[in-house]
């Protein structure tokens, strides 16, 4: 704690307290002073899409905003039109059931918010919730937001980064209120089959357990894989429900729009607290959000071709010519590699990236303790700059 902040009269709530410090916060500092010295950084941190929205979203949005009738406030629950096309998107391009537009599906303000928001619907004070280590913050900072306490399901390298389901503690399963999934996974790159997901419906219906799964990188794949739904698992919607979004999918992270869809129970909770926080998503938002269903997914198979591979590759490249054996990713925009054997520590690895080299790359702890011994690189800079990166680790003697 700082002076000025021991000296604060305001009383600050014992749950901001219970928030985990920010473990980018280091790495920032550094690469504000790198900047500020005029070092060249090169930024493989963040994983916010470099490119524009996608062309005809962006005409869509020109439309939209003329029109007059898209400018009072959106019903709280999102337009029907965007429910309808999202639940017929959803079971198109994953061959899952539509869902019900009216009962079964909300619009909603990117996913965090509504990430957030179903752990206010589901947790008291003395639940559990399990979440995956590492893992997207939200699952665990919104659980302590709740009340409640988050069970750090471990994604190892040896479970090829699944969960242990089997691993978690009978006391735990009777406390648990939702488990968080989230496949291909932000950190690890990693992809589950259906047959993990299957057994994870299995698991939570046993117990009791809203399962919840955040789906924000189906659409950036290589090599034609297509990520399963947890619709494709049988049984799924009694108990699931699934939140999509067009951040990643169609470069709109300022955008702020997703949708949820599944069982309708958990839909309506969500849509109760929901009502009650946010005003919806701005109707011409929507309007444009309809237009990107539309897109053909040959032209975002042609985005993944065009933008990610040729980035991936020269990424893998980069790695094995230092000595890492590794496997690229079958989806995300994220390359997950261990620290080189003579590190002891993802942060001081990455701290030494940059302020030896001037690249920002993130340590896999940031995400959860289960992420140290890793570091996380973005495709998110074209690849002359990604072979310079590489180029200056080479220089500067870094190895596997
Ligand atoms: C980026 C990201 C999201 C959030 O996306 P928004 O829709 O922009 O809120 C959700 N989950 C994971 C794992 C992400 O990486």
Known sequence: MTDTAQQSKLALSKRLDLIPPYLFARLDQKKAEAKAKGVDVINMGIGDPDQATLQPIIDEMHTAIDDASTHDYPPYTGTLDFRKAACKWTADRFGVQEFDPVTQCLSTVGSKESIHNLFLAFVDPGDYTL????????????????????????????????????????????????????????????????????????????????????????????????????????????????FHSFSKSYNMTGWRLGWVLGNQEAIQALGQVKTNVDSGVFKAIQKAGIRGFQIPQEDIEKRNLDVYEPRRQAILEGLRSLGWDIQGPKSTMFVWAPIPRSESSAADFCTKVLEECGIVVSPGNAFGDSGEGFFRIAMTTDVPRIQEAFKRMADKGIKY
């Open 131 to 242: 979440v995956p280590d590492p893992g997207y913050p939200v699952y665990n900072t919104g659980t302590i937001f709740a009340g409640g306490t988050p069970y750090k399901m471990p994604l190892l390298a040896k479970n090829n980064f699944l969960p242990d389901l089997e691993a978690i503690p009978a006391d735990i399963c009777k406390k648990a209120k939702v488990m968080f999934l989230n496949y291909p996974n932000n950190p690890t790159s990693a992809t589950a089959p259906v047959e993990f997901f299957q057994a994870a419906v299995d698991f939570c219906k046993k117990h009791n357990i809203l399962l919840a799964h955040d789906m924000a990188y189906s659409e950036i794949y290589f090599e034609g894989y297509t990520s399963p739904s947890i619709f494709n698992a049988k049984g799924a919607e009694d108990i699931a429900i699934e």
